[in-house]
């Protein structure tokens, strides 16, 4: 059964909280417009590879183009319709 | 070489005043967890997020020292394991995702000088830093290490210097496959009465600054010794040379800190030795606050120094008369075998 885009956002904030270990930050507090770089959750260039290690580990989906990985890796609304668009599990 | 501060994370409540007005932290799983403070409140969440136990251990023990002493010039840590969770995690990854994309985290905060690094990174120290990982003598090698840059030191100097050990699950495992641990059930408090095989695994950190002069010092490491795989004559053959050394003889030594850890198997170290060369000392241990693991010489020397201090509200020293030297000794599996020979600040015990 296809997965919600909604239920999506929802399972990749949990992964971003399981992978990220962001310590006192719930689902609810991640926004789905807020920018994950720069914002409040205080996320780095580690981040950015931790969230890569997801993308490919969770949905099968690899980065290999930086240029491409600075277009996704923008808020979850950009990663979500980039797990849609391109995942393979 | 002068201790000026001490500052531990056990298993028992040492990062309050708890343990020095003589509480007393029962553990009865058989495992000795350390009893961590809330790092939050000194480290930020973005770097804690990140930190293994291990790491986060010696930060906590350490970061409020480098704070309160500015003039610290170095750091160097003593850890046989180093953060065994992340490191034995990473390499599981390494197979169970067939060499591909790993997770850059459990591999930074793996490696033995993350604690050293996190350290000089947050206080900003560029100076000299270094770990030493000699298995069961990496405290004693790093106290080695700082006793010869103070000596070599042309001006006065401060050091942290420290030990770190964690509590892994999976080398938790191992280690009982190797019979390390008890297979029957008692308390730390019953633990250095115990003869049976193996002991009660524990955890935690330990910083002291040291310097090279004796400026608002609490302590001074008069020297230490190490020696691996001695023989028992060899053993009391190489103490007496030892104390010889530095102007002393068994007489001298007011305090035996021994690192009993209730291990049938090799606790006849610490009673022959005892008998042969100190039958009329005070004698006392500290791995029922501890547990056992392989740097916990670290937290003997903890001890000691509070013991140096005047401090005999400690659980079970109340006993004890006030020592102006401590000798501390501690050894694991019978193997390797550690000495440190600490004296009172004469002008505090004035």
């Given amino acids: 059964m296809e997965i919600s885009r909604d239920d999506l956002k929802l399972e990749f904030k949990q992964h971003l909280i399981t992978y990220l270990n962001l310590l006192d930050i719930k689902v609810e507090d991640i926004k789905d417009d807020e920018p994950l770089f720069g914002g409040d959750l205080g996320l780095d260039s580690i981040d950015s590879v931790e969230m890569i290690v997801l993308l490919d580990r969770e949905y099968g989906i690899k980065i290999k183009n930086p240029t491409e990985g600075r277009q996704v890796l923008v808020d979850v609304n950009t990663i979500v319709d980039y797990i849609i668009a391109n995942r393979t599990k | ?350």
């Fill in chain 2, 1 to 350: 070489m002068y201790i000026k501060e001490v500052c531990a994370i056990s298993p028992q409540l040492t990062y309050g005043t708890e343990f020095e007005s003589g509480h007393f932290e029962l553990h009865d799983k058989g495992i000795l967890y350390a009893i961590e403070p809330s790092y939050l409140d000194f480290i930020p969440a973005s770097l804690l997020r990140r930190m293994g136990k291990a790491v986060r251990m010696g930060i906590g023990a350490g970061l409020p020292l480098v704070k309160k002493y500015p003039g610290i010039e170095g750091i160097i840590i003593g850890t046989a394991n180093g953060g065994l969770e992340d490191c034995i995690r990473f390499l599981n990854q390494i197979v169970d995702y067939k060499e591909g994309v790993l997770t850059p985290t459990s591999f930074v905060q793996s490696t033995p000088n993350a604690v050293a690094g996190q350290l000089a990174l947050m206080g900003e120290k560029t100076g000299y830093n270094s770990t030493h990982t000699n298995g069961s003598l990496a405290f004693d090698n790093a106290m080695l290490d700082a006793q010869l840059v103070l000596e070599t030191a042309v001006k006065p100097m401060e050091l942290l210097i420290g030990a770190v050990e964690e509590i892994s699950d999976y080398n938790y495992n191992i280690d009982t496959l190797n019979s390390h641990y008890k297979s029957e059930s008692i308390t730390n408090e019953e633990l250095i009465r115990s003869t049976t095989a193996g002991s009660l695994c524990g955890e935690g950190a330990t910083m002291c600054v040291v310097a090279n002069t004796a400026d608002h010092a609490i302590a001074e490491v008069v020297d230490q010794f190490q020696v691996c795989f001695p023989g028992k004559e060899e053993l009391t053959g190489l103490i007496n040379n030892f104390l010889d050394k530095n102007g002393m003889s068994p007489k001298d030594i007011d305090l035996l800190l021994f690192g009993n850890s209730g291990d049938g198997r090799t606790d006849h170290w610490y009673n022959d030795l005892q008998q042969e060369l100190f039958p009329d000392k005070q004698i006392t241990t500290f791995k029922q606050f501890s547990g056992d693991y392989r740097t916990a010489g670290a937290f003997g020397c903890y001890v000691a120094v509070k013991l140096l201090q005047g401090n005999h509200r400690i659980y079970g020293f109340d006993h004890l008369r006030r020592p102006r030297t401590v000798l501390v000794y501690n050894q694991f599996g019978g193997e390797r075998h550690g000495f440190i020979l600490l004296r009172g600040n004469q002008a505090s015990i004035a």
